[in-house]
């Protein structure tokens, strides 16, 4: 039998085709997996990856051994997740979009807890994409159109967008009656979502032309924390800030909603074994999110 470890450090430089990618999964230098995969290849005495300046190559001999040994490492996985999931309990660690965490999981989080008193939820805040099959996270929430590749995708909820101000940005000599009177205000944008505003404004017929630019900031909780300052009009989803709206921090300027191509999703690595805690929390969300009123895509 070849060693364990040369077995581990040729699938990984295998499925990421890189020795460095390899070394920074498995916690090791580079060198060291390079010795691995010479070791199981002198074993063998068969060449496993032909080597080039920027990336390593699987033989066809090395394509021929992948197959099976990646089935026996997944196997390994799946029983030793089964064998977990016997114990009492769970861990689940959970990666999430700033804004749907903020806004709409953690005030339904005491439901969740209980419900499953003995799953340990361990929450981070993540704006981007993450390298799932080199972290440590089990399931993710991800906000975009839903194309993601290696993951399992359930949809969750749209998005959908509409003004909203703090009443005390509002002048007495300038009301806001119609879309055109938000021209004397600035307006706040998520920089990665420039278009939206545009479109929101082009919808209801009016010429974007002549809007003031405003702050532009990198996501959208910080545009509805910025208007809640008084710094502007920020176009945001309404379901996501119903507490500030009931407060009266924030107003609903106009009940006219843009939907647009993105999403909310529940995402996890398609090779991953989905524990009972996974398979808890997942029927749990999406059963929330059924319950939850969607607007109008324009009313």
């Known amino acids: 039998m070849p060693p364990l470890n040369s077995l581990k450090c040729f699938e990984s430089a295998a ?131 839903g194309d ?25 000599n300038q009301p806001i009656n119609k879309p055109e009177d938000m021209r004397f205000y600035p307006l706040l944008h998520v920089s990665k979502r420039r278009d939206e505003w545009h479109d929101w404004l082009k919808q209801n017929e009016v010429d974007p032309k002549f809007f003031r630019r405003g702050l532009m900031l990198s996501s959208g909780s910080l545009t509805a924390g910025a208007a809640a300052q008084g710094l502007g009009i920020a176009l945001a989803d309404s379901g996501l800030l119903d507490e500030e709206i009931k407060s009266g921090e924030l107003v609903l300027l106009f009940d006219h909603h843009l939907r647009t191509d993105r999403s909310f999703y529940l995402v996890y690595e398609k090779r991953r074994a989905v524990t009972p805690a996974m398979a808890a929390f997942k029927e749990w969300l999406m059963a929330e999110t059924r319950q939850e009123k969607v607007v109008p895509e324009n009313n």
């Not at 008193?117 to 399931?139: F, N």
């Not at 949809?155 to 509002?170: Q, T």
Request: charged residues 20%; contains cysteine; neutral net charge.
């Open 148 to 172: 993601w590749d290696n993951l399992e995708v359930h949809y969750l909820r749209p998005i959908s967008l509409a003004p909203v101000c703090s009443p005390k940005l509002i002048k007495p």
């Open 15 to 145: 499925r990421h085709g890189s020795f460095n990618r390899a070394a920074n999964e498995l916690n090791v230098t580079p060198s060291a997996i390079s010795h691995q995969i010479k070791g199981l290849e002198s074993f063998l005495g068969i060449e496993l990856f032909r080597r080039t300046k920027r990336k390593v190559i699987l033989t066809e001999a090395g394509e021929q051994y992948i197959g099976p040994i990646k089935s026996i490492f997944e196997q390994l996985e799946s029983a030793t997740t089964e064998l977990k999931s016997g114990q009492k309990g769970g861990y689940l660690s959970l990666a999430v979009a700033p804004a749907f965490l903020t806004r709409w999981l953690m005030p339904r989080m005491e439901s969740f807890q209980a419900q499953y008193p003995d799953i340990e939820l361990e929450i981070t805040s993540s704006m981007s994409a993450l390298d799932m099959s080199a972290s440590d996270i089990d399931m993710a929430i991800y906000f975009g159109n």
